[in-house]
């Protein structure tokens, strides 16, 4: 329940502060008094929609507060949210919109803290539902009548459409797969066949290791001079070992020097040393000689081999000009050629598993689908008997109503549309309510929808209604007064009306009005014009006539000067709230006037204490 309301700077308020009361709480005043902006901040405070022209011209902050009082229920989600209570009950929610730079930005507030989109969203749900005019054209809607319809359905429903969602949600995935399976069939097939070749190509020549291709052009330089190697490795062994020629070789001039190292280290041992490494230089002098011998002798021409080795190095740089550059990494592409493969032809779901999955997913859906059609069916015949019951005391005794359930293509929402069938009057068909229910009947059919969703576990949800009295008069009028009454014995309700007889049953009535201050050079408060102050419970003038009347007062600089507010005042006097009401009624206060409007508050009083 809502308990105060603050505002600054939105829209014509600059600064109103205004306290509610459980039961029904009434607002009136004439056309564009701002009734509906007072219904705007708390739509604000909740999470609406914000944009720069509710920031009052002049300023460039708006702060909205409004201040809730918490049930258990809502207790425990707050707590859940880790959302501490103010005085153990109480709620304040605000909303600060600020244009710096000209940039709007807005910042929403629960108990001081700062809360996200979703948090606020979660909490006006919980505590307010708002009526306007708008829904009457939303209402002809089928998804918005579907909603209804699930929302009377309740948890069990709510549940079911989830389920269904879910099954959709699997559905719509099984397809796509399935499509784009079907879609890419031939250019998988058309990849097959182009990896296939190349894993064929790179298989026949059976690339093992990376670096083959330099060892076998090592072994070609050396089978191509095979001869030349011979007669080097010869010369090499006669200049280390043995010389045939003049004795000249390197082993036989180290052993002269040891010999003759030998005889000078009997007499100086200092040249050991020496000696030693002379005689290891000789040692590997001769292996050398050993080695290149043996590597000579070795040496045979094999041109059948040399051959064999020269077309195996053309076909290994075919291979990398085409695939490497390197013989690694043709390697390594054709190792990544060999998984793809595998996962085009032998792994993953094949086209007829795709089509089984999809199949099996329709089945699910279709299955889900079914349940919830039963549900609504179920929902849908409690509904018509609950609102036509709710409609007979608002002056449609003979109203049918019926909730069509017709099949359609599986949603995320079932498969069913919902269309709501209306007949008003009795000799009428009964028709789409888009085509039957006139502006009075479209509010009267509103006023009693809520009343069908209001239940014992939304005790705490304060109920705002602005102007659903459009189009109705007389009796009608009344029946609408009535049912107010009654909502607000289980929720507080918030009304804009221009009724007298909704107005009369209010148990807390506002007037809302605007008027013309001055700022700057003028006095604060501009008095009323003499034709006014003297008839001052004549029919009201709009605002437009009032500045016509300052008009004839002030200079054009001083009509710069003023400003339009709106002022909202608590009628707690009988006498105040008599005038109000029999200036909605007879737009006078003369004497037939008030006491029309004393007889609707005596009736009023009666039928809320019977």
């Given at each position: 329940?809502?308990?105060?309301?603050?505002?600054?700077?939105?829209?014509?308020?600059?600064?109103?502060?205004?306290?509610?009361?459980?039961?029904?709480?009434?607002?009136?005043?004439?056309?564009?008094?701002?009734?509906?902006?007072?219904?705007?901040?708390?739509?604000?405070?909740?999470?609406?929609?914000?944009?720069?022209?509710?920031?009052?011209?002049?300023?460039?902050?708006?702060?909205?507060?409004?201040?809730?009082?918490?049930?258990?229920?809502?207790?425990?989600?707050?707590?859940?949210?880790?959302?501490?209570?103010?005085?153990?009950?109480?709620l304040v929610c605000s909303r600060e919109i600020a244009i710096p730079q000209g940039s709007l930005r807005s910042r929403t507030r629960v108990n001081g803290v700062l809360v996200n989109r979703k948090l606020i969203e979660g909490l006006r749900e919980r505590l307010v539902e708002i009526t306007a005019q708008g829904q009457t054209i939303q209402l002809m809607l089928p998804e918005l009548q579907r909603g209804l319809l699930d929302m009377y359905g309740g948890l069990p429903l709510s549940q079911q459409r989830d389920r269904v969602g879910v099954a959709y949600l699997a559905s719509q995935e099984a397809a796509k797969a399935l499509e784009k399976r079907r879609q890419s069939e031939q250019e998988r097939l058309q990849r097959l066949d182009w990896l296939e070749y190349q894993i064929q190509e790179l298989g026949s020549v059976?690339?093992?290791?990376?670096?083959?291709?330099?060892?076998?052009?090592?072994?070609?330089?050396?089978l191509t001079h095979v001869v030349e190697l011979q007669q080097q490795s010869y010369q090499v062994h006669q200049a280390l070992y043995h010389n045939d020629q003049d004795g000249t070789?390197?082993?036989?001039?180290?052993?002269k020097a040891e010999a003759t190292l030998k005889e000078m280290v009997a007499y100086d041992t200092q040249l050991q040393p020496l000696l030693d490494l002379v005689s290891g230089a000789l040692a590997q002098i001769v292996e050398a000689a050993h080695q290149i011998n043996a590597y000579g002798e070795g040496l045979d021409?094999?041109?059948?081999?040399?051959?064999?080795?020269?077309?195996?190095?053309?076909?290994?740089?075919?291979?990398?000009?085409?695939?490497?550059?390197?013989?690694?990494?043709?390697?390594?592409?054709?190792e990544k050629l060999l998984s793809e493969l595998a996962q085009l032809s032998g792994k993953g779901q094949s086209l007829e598993e795709l089509e089984a999955t999809y199949a099996q997913s329709q089945e699910v859906l279709t299955d889900e689908c079914t349940?919830?059609?039963?549900?609504?069916?179920?929902?849908?015949?409690?509904?018509?008997?609950?609102?036509?019951?709710?409609?007979?005391?608002l002056a449609m005794e003979k109203v049918r109503f019926q909730v069509v359930i017709n099949p359609i293509e599986s949603t995320a929402n079932?498969?069913?549309?919902?269309?709501?069938?209306?007949?008003?009057?009795?000799?009428?068909?009964?028709?789409?309510?888009?085509?039957?229910?006139?502006?009075?009947?479209?509010?009267?059919?509103?006023?009693?929808?809520?009343?069908?969703?209001?239940?014992?576990?939304?005790?705490?949800?304060?109920?705002?209604?602005?102007?659903?009295?459009?189009?109705?008069?007389?009796r009608v009028a009344q029946a609408i007064a009535h049912k107010l009454h009654q909502l607000s014995q289980q929720h507080q309700v918030l009304c804009v009306t221009h009724q007298p007889l909704i107005a009369a049953m209010a148990d807390r009535h506002f007037r809302v009005d605007k008027q013309v201050i001055a700022q700057g050079s003028l006095p604060q408060t501009i008095k009323q014009p003499a034709s006014r102050r003297k008839k001052k419970t004549s029919s009201r003038s709009s605002n437009d006539s009032l500045q016509l009347e300052l008009k004839e007062q002030l200079s054009d600089?001083?009509?710069?000067d003023l400003r339009t507010v709106v002022r909202v005042s608590l009628l707690e006097d009988y006498s105040?709230?008599?005038?109000?009401?029999?200036?909605?009624?007879?737009?006078?206060?003369?004497?037939?006037?008030?006491?029309?409007?004393?007889?609707?508050?005596?009736k009023a009083a009666d039928w809320r204490r019977n």
């Open positions: 329940m809502i308990i105060s309301l603050q505002i600054q700077n939105f829209a014509l308020i600059d600064k109103l502060e205004l306290e509610f009361d459980s039961g029904l709480n009434v607002l009136t005043g004439e056309t564009g008094a701002g009734k509906s902006i007072i219904l705007d901040a708390i739509d604000i405070a909740l999470g609406g929609k914000v944009s720069h022209r509710l920031i009052r011209t002049g300023t460039q902050r708006t702060l909205v507060e409004a201040t809730f009082r918490a049930d258990a229920a809502l207790i425990a989600w707050l707590s859940e949210q880790e959302i501490d209570l103010l005085d153990e009950t109480d059976n690339l093992t290791d990376a670096s083959e291709l330099e060892q076998l052009e090592i072994e070609s330089q050396r070789a390197s082993a036989d001039l180290l052993g021409t094999d041109p059948e081999r040399l051959q064999e080795v020269e077309e195996r190095i053309v076909v290994l740089k075919q291979i990398c000009r085409k695939y490497g550059p390197t013989l690694a990494e043709a390697i390594a592409h054709y349940q919830l059609t039963q549900l609504r069916r179920t929902a849908a015949a409690e509904l018509e008997k609950k609102l036509v019951a709710e409609l007979k005391p079932g498969a069913d549309q919902i269309i709501f069938y209306f007949s008003p009057n009795p000799g009428e068909k009964l028709q789409p309510l888009s085509k039957t229910a006139s502006g009075g009947e479209m509010s009267r059919f509103l006023l009693a929808l809520k009343a069908c969703f209001s239940n014992t576990n939304d005790l705490g949800k304060t109920l705002i209604f602005d102007e659903v009295d459009v189009g109705v008069s007389g600089s001083q009509l710069n105040h709230r008599q005038e109000e009401i029999a200036q909605l009624a007879g737009g006078h206060s003369a004497q037939e006037a008030m006491t029309f409007a004393e007889s609707l508050l005596t």
